[in-house]
Structures are given as structure tokens and as C-alpha cells.
């Protein structure tokens, strides 16, 4: 049987094991390696870096990643595709050409950014044309966040990856494109597949799906046994391989920890994935329910009959507004009656905030201990006398400067019931909130680039 292209799913998130992509590299005889770098809130974190600093928002991970791996990925051939970019692609790129050039790398090294899907800009003239940007969650008119949106965000397809590496791109660095859509492009650009050949791209997406939450599918996130996966602490990172029959076989970094099996497998296909009929993405709507997962070995599962639909005629925005600040503390008791201490606590600083009538929109107090996770939803259920409980206090305002205050009164609770330590460190800072808002705009409104370097 003809050798399918091998691509390895090295990173699930920002922040995650920055070993992980050059094991792949050394150990995997893959041919690709996708990093996937980007979530709602890392967008997030991302503007308000960029807002901070122009060179900022992007992940910076990537430089110690690629220093790791950059020269063995150039000398096995292996081609990189990542969405670290963030927010500032461009600025992500110039840092990898830098790093290259420092490796000796020079022109061995072919540096693409891929740009288009930072919307911001043209949103007043979208909406002015009559473009609907309200919330797809709770129809909230775009009105009521235009003032305050500090980004906006397309999730794109794998087009711009496949131009990429048809300009000779062998490090691909993008902003928004879609989690699976980057294993798409390495799939489009190797097998040749159309733009409108739906099932090849259903395979491709379901591909990218598995491996885009890096050790989630080698027994990371498993649910149903978790206690049986083997050496979690050296947990390899998925491998797929992928035919032009969009035939799919999932394994992982060899000689590795975790597990790769039916359930493994099940488990990350059903993830975050809403309609199974009707799996949307960019480039393809992606049927979950015709296909077969079948294991075929040790950490070796084959899943077949992937089908698709054409895609939607729009594309996501993932948006985010400046939405006031927030603030938390955390305070344990450790002595006899420390759910009563905890108690008392909170009764002081409520009495101590509110007389000082300060604008609070939202405050929260939780006993992590006393079943703080469950309370909501089964009320009163802890039963016992834990002799330590942590007391949470996490208030929300559009006022930095009454938050300030409010974290003042948190100082004094030492003159309350004895037997506290606080556990974050000094006195609690307010920070910015970032709040989500979706939106939708027609495919054709989100033009994107490439640019090498």
C-alpha cells in the first residue's frame, strides 16, 4: 500500500509541551508537523499584548519550539504549519526568520505569513453596508459592542495554506485559520484535492480534528478509563496518516506514553463538534455519522467513510470588547470550624464593601472544599467537617479604581476570624476583561495574503 502523508499534531494550545513537536520531528518519520496555537481567550490575551506592544501578540513559543526542531524539520524535509501568528502573523514571521538566520539555516528556510483574517479595520464599513454583525449566540445588535471591539478575527480556510506551500513556504506561521483547516492544507497541497471534492475534505478536516488538541487523543482526555493509560507523564503526541482516498490511520510519537484506541479516538471526534450531521467549518460541512473507526493494531485506529457537504457560504468571526475589569482572591482556613471561619469571612467583607457604596456589578463568593463545583446545580450536598476550606472572592465592575478599593477591604480580613493565610500573592490587582462576541460576514468580504520572507 502506497505511503499516505504523514502529519503530526505537535502542539493542542498555547502553552502546551514545547518537547513534544521536536519528538515528533526525530521519532515519527512524518512529513508535516501542525502546531495549533489558538483558542477564543488566546485571541484575547493576544489583542491586549498587541494593544501593548505593536511587536507582541503572537505566540512566542514558537521561537524555543522551532529552536528545538527547526534544523532537524529541514533536514528530514519535514514542513511546519502553525497558527501562532495570533494577532500580528507578520511579526511571528520576522521572529522565525530571525531565529533561522541565527541557526545558519539561511536560505534553507522559507518563511510564510499568512494574513487576511484580522477584520477590525473594516467592520464599521461591513456594518455601514449593511453586513449583519450581531451575536449569533443572543442576537445582540453589533451596536451595543462597536465602540468597545478591540479585535475581530475571520476563521479562514486552508486556501492560504495551500498557496503557501505553493510558493515554497516550509514554515507556514497564520493567524486565525481554523484548528483542522491547517491539516487540510498540508492534505490539499499533497494529494491534490479540490476545492469542492467535499468528502476528501471531510476526511481532511476529521483528520485535523483529531490531532488538533495534541495529547487529548492519545489518552490525555480520556474519559472512560483514564486510569488505564499508560505512562500519562511521557504521553505521546497523535500521528495521522492520511491517503488520497482520504483514508485516515491515527497513532502516536513511537516509543511514547498514552494510548491510542477506539475509545481514545471517539472521544476527540465528539468534541466540541455541535450538528454530527453538520460539523461546519470553512471549507467543508463535514458528516460525522457515516464514518467507521475501526482499531487496526497497537495505537493504531483507521477511520474511514468520512463524507461531506459544501460549505457554508460564511465565515466566523471571533470578536472580543472591552467589558470592564475583573478581580479575585483566595483565602484558606485551616482550624477547627473552617467552613464557620470562612462564613464569617465573607459576612465581614460583604458588610465592609457595601458601606463603602462602591459601583460593583458583580461579586462571587465560593468554598472551594464544600463541593464549590457542584453547589449550583445540587445545593447543600457536602456533608462532613473538613478542617480547611478556601474562600474565593471574585468581583466584576466597570470601575478599575472601585476594584482597588474593594482589594483594600480584602487586606483587612485578617482583623477577622483567625486562622487565615491568603494565597494569592499581595494585595489583589484588578485586570481587563475581554468578553467574546461571534459574528458572521459573507466568505467573499475576507480576502487573505501570503507573504514569504
Not at 69 to 96: F, T, W, Y
Amino acid at each position: 500500500m502506497t505511503r499516505g502523508v504523514r502529519i503530526g499534531g505537535g502542539l493542542g494550545y498555547w502553552g502546551d509541551d514545547t518537547s513534544a513537536p521536536g519528538r515528533l520531528v526525530r521519532d515519527a518519520d512524518i512529513d508535516y508537523l501542525v502546531m495549533d496555537f489558538l483558542a477564543e481567550v488566546t485571541m484575547s490575551i493576544m489583542a491586549k499584548q498587541l494593544r501593548r506592544d505593536p511587536n507582541a501578540g503572537y505566540a512566542k513559543d514558537i521561537i524555543p519550539i522551532l529552536r528545538d526542531c527547526l534544523a532537524d524539520a529541514v533536514e528530514r524535509g519535514v514542513r511546519i504549519v502553525c497558527n501562532a501568528g495570533g494577532m500580528n502573523p507578520i511579526g511571528c514571521a520576522r521572529a522565525v526568520r530571525r531565529l533561522a538566520t541565527e541557526l545558519g539555516l539561511g536560505d534553507a528556510v522559507v518563511v510564510a505569513a499568512v494574513t487576511g483574517d484580522d477584520l477590525l479595520p473594516q467592520l464599521a464599513e461591513l456594518a455601514g453596508k449593511g453586513v449583519d454583525l450581531a451575536n449569533t449566540e443572543t442576537g445582540e445588535p453589533y451596536a451595543a459592542v462597536a465602540d468597545r471591539l478591540v479585535s475581530a478575527n475571520a476563521y479562514v480556510g486552508a486556501e492560504s495554506v495551500v498557496e503557501a506551500l505553493e510558493l515554497g513556504a516550509n514554515v507556514i506561521v497564520t493567524g486565525r485559520v481554523a484548528d483542522p483547516s491547517l491539516t487540510l492544507g498540508a492534505l490539499r497541497f499533497e494529494h491534490g484535492w479540490k476545492a469542492d471534492e467535499w468528502d476528501l475534505l471531510a476526511a481532511g478536516i476529521v483528520a485535523g480534528h483529531l490531532i488538533e488538541c495534541g495529547a487529548h487523543v492519545t489518552g490525555g482526555n480520556h474519559q472512560a478509563a483514564w486510569q488505564d493509560v499508560p505512562d500519562m507523564g511521557d504521553i505521546g503526541f497523535p500521528v495521522v496518516e492520511v491517503d488520497a482516498g482520504g483514508r485516515i490511520v491515527l497513532g502516536k510519537t513511537p516509543n511514547s506514553g498514552g494510548l491510542v484506541d477506539e475509545q481514545t479516538t471517539i472521544e476527540q471526534l465528539l468534541y466540541e463538534i455541535g450538528d454530527p450531521t453538520a460539523y461546519l467549518t470553512p471549507d467543508v460541512s463535514a458528516d460525522w455519522t457515516t464514518m467507521t473507526v475501526r482499531e487496526i493494531g497497537k495505537d493504531l485506529v483507521e477511520i474511514t467513510g468520512v463524507t461531506g457537504h459544501p460549505r457554508p457560504g460564511t465565515l466566523k468571526i471571533s470578536a472580543c470588547y472591552d467589558d470592564g475589569y475583573t478581580m479575585s482572591s483566595l483565602m484558606i482556613y485551616s482550624a477547627p470550624d473552617a467552613p464557620g471561619r470562612a462564613r464569617k469571612a465573607q459576612e465581614i467583607l460583604e458588610f465592609r464593601i457595601d458601606r463603602l457604596g462602591l459601583d460593583i456589578d458583580e461579586m462571587r463568593w465560593d468554598y472551594i472544599g464544600l463541593g464549590a463545583v457542584h453547589e449550583r446545580r445540587t445545593p447543600h450536598s457536602y456533608t462532613g467537617e473538613p478542617n480547611e476550606v478556601v474562600l474565593r472572592f471574585a468581583a466584576r465592575s466597570a470601575s478599575r479604581k472601585d476594584l482597588q478599593r474593594t482589594a483594600v477591604e480584602l487586606s483587612t480580613v485578617f482583623h477577622g476570624p483567625p486562622g487565615k493565610t491568603t494565597l494569592s500573592p499581595g494585595r489583589a490587582r484588578p485586570s481587563e476583561v475581554l468578553s467574546y462576541w461571534p459574528m458572521l460576514v459573507p466568505r467573499e468580504l475576507v480576502p487573505t495574503s501570503v507573504e514569504l520572507s
